[in-house]
């Protein structure tokens, strides 16, 4: 029997230190209690050049942190993602354009989406909480929950 190759997915955002991190550590936790993280390649990045190398906002390492969800992220951009990746989830429209225009000049094979495409409280676009508060950073981190559950189970 042929070893199952894992599946993968990049979460995306503005500058990759509100919420693609905190996407992609609530999706990292959530197959890490599945048992099923074998079976994942899991990370995100920015679209723009703001932030590389920076590490995620204090006020969603505080968020997690709450949570108790383990982060350990630096800021990166999308390069080569386009090709490795089986997923790219972004979390609003600009990203969504800039990642369809950047995918069909490099030989994507991801299928690129917006988080919150399939949720069920129809809350499209998850709002960038940078420049808001604490509170901010909450709702931001409850959407990504039911965003990255829903897509767990519809990716399964």
Same mark, same amino acid.
């Given at each position: 029997?042929?070893?199952?190759?894992?599946?993968?997915? %990049?979460?995306?955002? %503005?500058?990759?230190?509100?919420?693609?991190?905190?996407?992609?550590?609530?999706?990292? $936790?959530?197959?890490? @209690?599945?048992?099923?993280? @074998?079976?994942?390649?899991?990370?995100?990045?920015?679209?723009?050049?703001?932030?590389?190398?920076?590490?995620?906002?204090?006020?969603?390492?505080?968020?997690?942190?709450?949570?108790?969800?383990?982060? &350990?992220?630096?800021?990166?951009?999308?390069?080569?993602?386009?090709?490795?990746?089986? =997923?790219? %989830?972004?979390?609003?429209?600009?990203?969504?354009? =800039?990642? &369809?225009? $950047?995918?069909?000049?490099? &030989?994507? $094979?991801?299928?690129?989406?917006? %988080?919150?495409?399939?949720?069920?409280?129809?809350?499209?676009?998850?709002?960038?909480?940078?420049?808001?508060? @604490?509170?901010?950073?909450?709702?931001? =981190?409850?959407?990504?929950?039911?965003?990255?559950?829903?897509?767990?189970? $519809?990716?399964?």
């Amino acid at each position: 029997m042929a070893a199952q190759l894992p599946k993968s997915v %990049l979460f995306v955002c %503005l500058g990759n230190i509100c919420r693609s991190p905190i996407a992609e550590a609530v999706f990292r $936790k959530l197959v890490t @209690d599945q048992n099923i993280s @074998d079976n994942w390649r899991i990370d995100s990045a920015t679209t723009s050049t703001y932030e590389i190398e920076n590490p995620p906002d204090y006020r969603g390492q505080n968020c997690k942190r709450k949570h108790d969800i383990p982060m &350990n992220h630096m800021a990166q951009q999308v390069t080569k993602d386009f090709a490795t990746f089986g =997923y790219i %989830l972004c979390m609003g429209e600009s990203s969504l354009r =800039y990642l &369809n225009r $950047k995918g069909s000049e490099k &030989n994507c $094979k991801a299928k690129i989406e917006v %988080l919150g495409s399939s949720e069920a409280q129809k809350q499209l676009i998850i709002e960038d909480p940078c420049y808001g508060n @604490d509170s901010d950073f909450e709702t931001v =981190y409850q959407q990504c929950v039911r965003c990255c559950k829903e897509f767990l189970e $519809k990716s399964q």
